[in-house]
């Protein structure tokens, strides 16, 4: 099974900031990644689909980037309604699913 | 526009059967997949299984083959998560979504279920 894990865990930064968030899986899953907020008592979102494509609708200080088994997950300028738990997800074809154990953002 | 609608919360004791459904509209049902994902109380998002409403066909989490059972009725566009008997570490809010436009992620989501398991 592939396991995925994220860093750092949990993160905190000023509103401006720019964060960085990396996620590694154990063995090399091609550009099958996607990243997802969940902000405090709401549904999980999808931000960014097959490693680096923005959702249709999302802010463009969202991006990705990575393939292989190290990707990276950047918000350019910390907003305040960013505050959220960011999960990366591995995906098959068939399709199976796993996430990472999410990463925690609030400001300072 | 594209919507999934859970059912309430439930407050169920140990051994005792559920399921809990999600209504799709805004779009054409048996086109897409839908997913069920577990987030237990503080704790990240479990993939639980998926299934393709068009024919039913379903894959499962290996760590939740045989713990539940997915299934959907396309002829009112609504997918189910059932369990036979509930434990209290089912106690968790579900979530179905639905497969994006493009890739394969997961892009349209339920408001959640809270599924409560305690005598």
């Known amino acids: 099974d592939i396991q995925m894990t994220q860093s750092p865990s949990p993160l905190s930064a000023s509103v401006g900031d720019r964060v960085t968030i990396t996620c590694q899986a154990s063995q090399d899953i091609s550009k099958y990644l996607n990243w997802y907020q969940q902000r405090p008592g709401k549904a999980p979102k999808l931000l960014i689909y097959d490693a680096s494509n923005l959702e249709t609708g999302v802010p463009s200080r969202f991006s990705g980037s990575g393939s292989g088994t190290d990707f990276t997950f950047t918000i350019s300028s910390l907003q305040p309604e960013d505050v959220a738990t960011y999960y990366c997800q591995h995906y098959d074809n068939l399709p199976r699913f796993t996430f990472g154990p999410g990463t925690k953002v609030d400001i300072k | 526009e594209v919507q999934l609608v859970q059912s309430g919360a439930e407050v169920k004791e140990p051994g005792e059967s559920l399921k809990i459904s999600c209504k799709g509209s805004g779009y054409i049902f048996t086109n897409y997949w839908i997913a069920w994902v577990r987030q237990m109380p503080g704790k990240g998002l479990e993939w639980m299984g998926v299934?393709?409403?068009?024919?039913?066909?379903?894959l499962y989490s290996p760590s939740f083959q045989g713990h539940v059972t997915i299934s959907a009725d396309k002829s009112i566009s609504t997918a189910y998560l059932h369990w036979s008997s509930l434990k209290a570490s089912d106690t968790a809010i579900y979530y179905c979504a639905r497969e994006s436009r493009r890739g394969l992620g997961m892009g349209y989501w339920g408001q959640g279920t809270l599924v409560t398991v305690s005598s």
């Open positions: 299934i393709y409403p068009d024919d039913s066909n379903t």
